[in-house]
């Protein structure tokens, strides 16, 4: 090879080092900027699964954790397979500060309650003023509050043959179902026969609403 070429071919591994040093960086960089949503749910966890899959494609955020009260929880399955560390925890230890210290340590941008059943403790409502949400199969305030989850929603919407039901995404507060209201989406239900229809309806509007919900909050 001929000196001026060598030295050309040495120009050209140097700069292709470079860049790749230079799209590491930047990869790092992202990473540790990257918001963190930590995510508690209590059951199947369909929401769950869809935010981590929507954050894991988008990469504007990432979920860092799901924190279930329920070992048997299906959606300690579904973060573990989309490589998501889990916590399971007791009662007590949601209500003697354990979990707070657990979170505290994680460091979240945003705390999510996905299907979440029991009452989130004023400790760590208090330690993470606006930056907590959950999700609330109905239009609130209709059919919220205690007892109100689930099938029980849908079914109470049924009887009372509302025309219409929903969601509600609101900041969580020291009451059940009661915090600031951040976006609210309806659907018609009056052509439902079952509660387990609406059910449906419901679940399509939280799928594709609560991501970008999320996303909006984080910005
Ligand atoms: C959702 O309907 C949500 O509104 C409520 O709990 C349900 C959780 O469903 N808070 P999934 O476990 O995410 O499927």
Redesign the pocket.
Known sequence: MSTNLKKIFHKGVEFLFIIIYYSFFCAVLKKSKMKRIILF????????ENIIKYFQAKKTAEVVAVFSNNPDAK?LKKASNLRVETHIFTKEELNSGEVLRKTNEIQPDLIV????LWKFPDDIVAAYPNKII????ALLPKYGGKGM??MNVHRTVLENKDSHSG?SIHFVNENYDEGAMIFQADVLVSDCQTAEEI?IK??EL?HIHFPEIIEKILK
């Open positions: 749910a209590s059951g199947s966890g369909s929401n769950a959606v309650l996905a299907g979440f959950n999700i609330h199969p989850y689930g969601i059910a419901v679940q939280e």
